[in-house]
């Protein structure tokens, strides 16, 4: 059977605005199609492969939770990790800084410079 890679990759941003976290087989159940399927339409979509596509994603909706001033426990509990202390693991991981680092950066940014 052949796929429209275009139209599936769509799909898969869909669903990732609503869970950033969705496993592989979960979105392959939901769209109907083998997890190859998926893989390759991110792949030809973006140049990444699809765990990197997922943390791409994930690590941008935390961004603009922390933009807005959220604690570190909200964040982790609307994004879906059990303990803060993976958030800010997998924050650090991605963006070589810390919780505190980007939330000073972004405060900073945002203030008028005289």
């Not at 052949?2 to 799909?11: A, L, Q």
């Not at 909200?74 to 202390?85: L, Q, T």
């Amino acid at each position: 059977m052949t796929y429209d890679h275009r139209k599936v990759f769509d799909e898969i941003n869909e669903l990732f605005s609503e869970d950033p976290m969705a496993p592989l087989y979960s979105l392959s159940q939901r769209l109907e199609c083998s997890h190859p399927v998926i893989e390759k339409a991110v792949l030809l979509n973006t140049s990444l492969s699809f765990r990197d596509y997922r943390k791409q994603k994930l690590l941008e909706r935390i961004l603009v939770r922390v933009k807005e001033g959220r604690s570190r426990k909200d964040i982790s509990k609307e994004i879906g990790y059990r303990w803060p202390e993976h958030l800010s693991r997998f924050i650090r991981a991605y963006t070589g800084q810390t919780l505190m680092q980007l939330k000073r950066e972004f405060k900073a940014r945002q203030t008028p410079s005289e």
